[in-house]
């Protein structure tokens, strides 16, 4: 069983930065995380889960949602095991539930259904 967890989220101002990590543990995975395509979603409350960023299992690629590109960053350091998201200049529609997810030998997806694994979750809250 992979484990994946997130820490980071916090409350800040509209107009702030949040900088999300996501630890996976290299005990429970069955690959190297190097592998795993990752990607962060986000669940805000009485709304379904939605693709936020992903990166591909090689780095090379990664890939945003609309509503986040340009204030957004997803990296990774596989050395660490660690997937990072830089959230820039934060508005109050992107309060949710901030979730990380693993896929293996994945291309890096926005599509919930591509990924195998996932966090519990950390709370980003925005205020106006």
């Known amino acids: 069983q992979v484990q994946l967890v997130e820490s980071g989220g916090g409350l800040v101002q509209s107009g702030g930065s949040l900088r999300l990590s996501c630890a996976a543990s290299?005990?429970?995975?069955?690959?190297?995380?190097?592998?795993?395509?990752m990607g962060w979603f986000r669940q805000a409350p009485g709304k379904e889960r939605e693709f936020v960023a992903a990166?591909?299992?090689?780095?090379?690629?990664?890939t945003y949602a609309d509503s986040v590109k340009g204030r957004v960053t997803i990296s990774r350091d596989n050395a660490k095991n660690t997937l990072h998201l830089q959230m820039n200049n934060l508005k109050p529609e992107d309060t949710a539930v901030y979730y990380c997810?693993?896929?293996?030998?994945?291309?890096?997806?926005?599509?919930?259904?591509?990924?195998?694994?996932w966090g519990q979750g950390t709370q980003v809250t925005v205020s106006s």
């Open positions: 997810a693993a896929d293996l030998y994945g291309s890096g997806g926005s599509s919930l259904a591509e990924y195998d694994y």
């Open positions: 290299s005990r429970t995975f069955s690959s190297p995380f190097s592998y795993y395509a």
């Open positions: 990166i591909s299992y090689g780095g090379g690629r990664t």
